[in-house]
Structure formats: structure tokens, C-alpha cells
């Protein structure tokens, strides 16, 4: 009876340090692809997760009619929370106060970091009846902010492309003509409320010279439902208000991601099959014979170079045209907003 012979596990072992170099740039390539498709597939996943775990079921958003999933957009009157909490019976009473949230939430250029280079933060104004909604926001460092102070998320500084230390407690940020204190830090169960800055609604009113506000969150009783405030908002057509659960916010915002997360899965895959064809190229020239009509080199003439600028041309026309073509799309002033 035929038997096969396993060869020892450090013959291979002993064979990649036949040629040293070509072992190393394998294991290289390689790494690098793994790499590539970790970073595509952990970005598409956090951006998922993030979005999945930001909405909170028993809480309704009510905002601007029109506003959809752009709340930076959104403009109601100041004396809408007290409205609201005098009109609905379904609000979730805590410590003996209505769970009722005014916010006023924009993206502006924040000031962080050596050389306090500016760059798009998030920032919400906010009172000390936020922590009664966003049930997720745990203070973990530092306290609650007053006058002049801002409270930073634990992701903040990951938004605003600095150190972690440049939002430590006490460093200053410097937003909208203002330089503002970080009076603390929060965490949020890895929700989307982890990148941002929050500080006093009053301030920030009085910062960017508005009195309105962008949204007013409510947190539900147990027993209530969402319909009474969305059929609350119908009713009052002089309002221009609309309500959602926060949870259906969030998945229209899944919805507006949804070609970024198919681009980055398909990014993914093309890495993934490059790197698997590179991969059985290389294993199998290990093991091949030389070609047999002998050595050349490479020859870069005019048809090569140009089908190099071809090919990156057709890459700056395929990366611009469907951007440009969306932003045709929108209306002025939302196209404008979005830059």
C-alpha cells in the first residue's frame, strides 16, 4: 500500500530563507492587502454600528418640515420644547422634570490642535435637560459645562483630525469668533454623539447670533406612542413642524451613506481579488522555472506612458462626474450648505 510522506513543517520554514529578499517583499504585499481590506471593512462596519446605535426607540425628534435627514438645516421657533411639553401627555417625566431636549446643532470650523488649524466640528448647544434624552451620554471626565465651556465627546478629536490631549480639560476651543473651555468629556455607547461638542444652548445662541433652535428631542413614556406627536405636528400646520422617531432618523442617514458603504464594499473586494491574484502569482513563480526566452526589461515608451495618463484621467472623470452630477441635483442653497 502506497503511503505519503508528510515533509517536515521546517523544510518550508528553511526555504523561505533561501531568498530572503523575495520572502520579505511577499510577505509585504500581502500584509499590505490585509491591511487595505481590515481598513475598508472596519470603516464601512463602524459607520454601520455607529448609525445602528445612535437612535434610541423611545425618543421622537421634532424639526423643521423639510429638514428630512439634514437637522443642520433645520429652523423651529424657541418656544417650541415649551409647547410641546404643555400640548403632549406621552412625555417621560424624570426627577420631576419633562424629558424634553432643546438643541441647536450645526457643523462649524473648529480651532484644535498645534497651530489651532481649523477644521468642520460638530456642535450642539444644549441644556442640562439633554442628559434626561440622550440617555446614552455618560460624563466621564471633568463636569458639565458652563458659560463659555464645552463638554467634548470621546471621539471629538477624531472628527477634528487632532490629538486626543488638544480637548484634555482645560485646553482651549476656539469656534465662532469665541474661545471656549473643555470643561469635560463624555462617552456615548459608540454612538454619533461621540464626535461631537457640546455647550450651553444660551451661548451658542448668543455665539452665532440666532434664537431659534434645530430640533427639540422628547423622550417618550413607556406607554406612549411617537403618533402623538407626529399627528400633533400635522395639526399644527402653523408651526411647520415635523416629528420622527429618532431611530427612523437614523436609518434614513443609513440610507444617505448607502453609496459611500457600496463604493468602500467594492474597494474591498477589488483589493481583496488583486491581492489574491498577486498572491498566487508570487506563489507560483516560486516554484516556476525561468522563462525560458530569457530576460528583458522593462520598457517604458510613448504608448505605455501614455495609457498611464489615460488611465488616470479616466480615473479623475469616473471619481468627479457623479459627485458633480448630485450636486447639480440640489437645490442652490442646500448645495451651498454642503460645502
Not at 435627514?69 to 426627577?95: C, N, W, Y
Not at 440666532?210 to 413607556?222: E, M
Not at 402653523?238 to 420622527?244: C, N, T
Not at 520598457?299 to 484621467?313: E, F, K, R, S, W
Request: charged content about 20%.
Amino acid at each position: 500500500m502506497l503511503r505519503l510522506r508528510v515533509l517536515p513543517w521546517e523544510y518550508g520554514v528553511r526555504n523561505l530563507l533561501r531568498r530572503p529578499a523575495r520572502s520579505l517583499l511577499t510577505l509585504g504585499a500581502l500584509s499590505t492587502v490585509v491591511f487595505l481590506v481590515l481598513v475598508i471593512v472596519g470603516f464601512v462596519r463602524g459607520l454601520e454600528k455607529s448609525l445602528a446605535q445612535s437612535g434610541d426607540p423611545a425618543v421622537v425628534l421634532v424639526s423643521a418640515v423639510g429638514s428630512q435627514d439634514s437637522l443642520e438645516t433645520s429652523s423651529i421657533a424657541g418656544r417650541t420644547p415649551a409647547l410641546l411639553a404643555a400640548s403632549l401627555r406621552g412625555i417621560e417625566h424624570r426627577f420631576g422634570v419633562p424629558a424634553v431636549s432643546p438643541e441647536l446643532y450645526l457643523g462649524t470650523r473648529v480651532a484644535a490642535g498645534p497651530g489651532e488649524r481649523s477644521l468642520l466640528g460638530l456642535v450642539r448647544g444644549v441644556t442640562p435637560a439633554a442628559p434626561l434624552v440622550r440617555r446614552q451620554v455618560r460624563i466621564v471626565e471633568g463636569r458639565w459645562p458652563e458659560p463659555g465651556e464645552v463638554l467634548a465627546g470621546r471621539l471629538a478629536a477624531v472628527k477634528l483630525g487632532c490629538r486626543d490631549e488638544d480637548l484634555a480639560v482645560g485646553r482651549p476651543v476656539p469656534f465662532e469668533g469665541r474661545t471656549w473651555r473643555v470643561s469635560g468629556r463624555f462617552s456615548a455607547r459608540a454612538t454619533a454623539f461621540e464626535s461631537e461638542l457640546w455647550c450651553p444652548l444660551a451661548d451658542l445662541q448668543q455665539a452665532i447670533r440666532r434664537q431659534d433652535l434645530s430640533l427639540t428631542a422628547l423622550l417618550l413614556a413607556p406607554q406612549a406612542s411617537a403618533s402623538e406627536v407626529v399627528l400633533f405636528c400635522k395639526e399644527r400646520t402653523d408651526l411647520e413642524l415635523q416629528a420622527m422617531k429618532e431611530t427612523d432618523y437614523y436609518g434614513l442617514l443609513q440610507k444617505h451613506y448607502r453609496p459611500v458603504r457600496v463604493l468602500a464594499w467594492i474597494v474591498a473586494g477589488l483589493v481583496a481579488a488583486a491581492g489574491i491574484f498577486a498572491g498566487l502569482n508570487t506563489m507560483y513563480g516560486a516554484v516556476a522555472v525561468r522563462f525560458t526566452m530569457g530576460a528583458f526589461t522593462l520598457n517604458i515608451d510613448g504608448a505605455t506612458v501614455l495609457a498611464g495618463c489615460g488611465t488616470g484621467l479616466l480615473l479623475g472623470v469616473l471619481g468627479a462626474v457623479p459627485p458633480a452630477l448630485r450636486a447639480m441635483r440640489l437645490p442652490v442653497a442646500e448645495g451651498l450648505k454642503a460645502l
